[in-house]
Every structure is written in C-alpha cells, then in structure tokens.
C-alpha cells in the first residue's frame, strides 16, 4: 500500500523548533521530488519548501525563507522539515507530498505539478 505519513508535529512556544517528518511505504522515497505544504484554519493551502529527487535542490515559500531547512535522508526513506523561530502564523496543518515528474521545484510548490501522493498531515500550533 502505498502511503505518506507525517509526524513530529504538536504544540510549541514562539521561537521555537520543531522537526517534521515524511516516511514513505509501498515506495521508494528517492524515485520522488517531496514537498511540504501547510494549511490554517480558514485559509487556503500554501507551499512551504519542496525538494527535488536526487541532486538536492530546494525551494522556499517567502514566509518560512531562512527559518525552515528541508533535507532528505533516501536510505531511511524520509523527507525532513525543520522549523526554527516559530511565528504563531506559522499554525498550521502541514501535508508532504511527492512527485515523480513535478519539473522543477519552483513549479511542485508553486503549481503542485506531478503531485502524485499525498499524506493526511500533522498539526503544528505555535502558541504560548
């Protein structure tokens, strides 16, 4: 069966960290452009960072540029998010989702293109 599971979310203080994760089943991670997306109450989904397959490129949406790094570990076939200087807007469902044939990363964040699989997401709440 092929599956996307997030963890790592939960509840964390303003300006703090959190590392997401997105393990894949049924497939090999590495054949896959990933990306991470998020979701607030009341507000349409947005791209936070996507990652190509093998030769590491990234893309960053403008609300998380240098507090966000995704990385990817293909032998443990998981795709990592991790979030340092954490803003209450930053609150948020957050969805990862791969890809075989996006294009570039630009256009799998910005466009969803080639967006294959998705997972069912994690919370993340930022409050004190």
């Known amino acids: 069966q092929v599956q996307l599971v997030e963890s790592g979310g939960g509840l964390v203080q303003p300006g703090g960290s959190l590392r997401l994760s997105c393990t894949a089943s049924?497939?090999?991670?590495?054949?896959?452009?990933i990306g991470w997306f998020r979701q607030a109450p009341g507000k349409e989904r947005e791209e936070v960072s996507c990652?190509?397959?093998?030769?590491?490129?990234?893309y960053y949406g403008d609300s998380v540029k240098g507090r966000f790094t995704i990385s990817r570990d293909n032998a443990k076939n998981t795709v990592y998010l991790q979030m340092n200087s954490l803003k209450p807007e930053d609150t948020a469902v957050y969805y990862c989702?791969?890809?075989?044939?996006?294009?570039?990363?630009?256009?799998?964040?910005?466009?969803?293109?080639?967006?294959?699989?998705w997972g069912e997401g994690t919370l993340v709440t930022v409050s004190s």
């Open positions: 989702a791969a890809g075989q044939r996006v294009g570039t990363v630009q256009a799998m964040c910005l466009y969803y293109n080639g967006i294959d699989y």
């Open positions: 049924g497939f090999t991670l590495d054949d896959y452009a």
């Open positions: 990652i190509s397959r093998r030769d590491g490129f990234t």
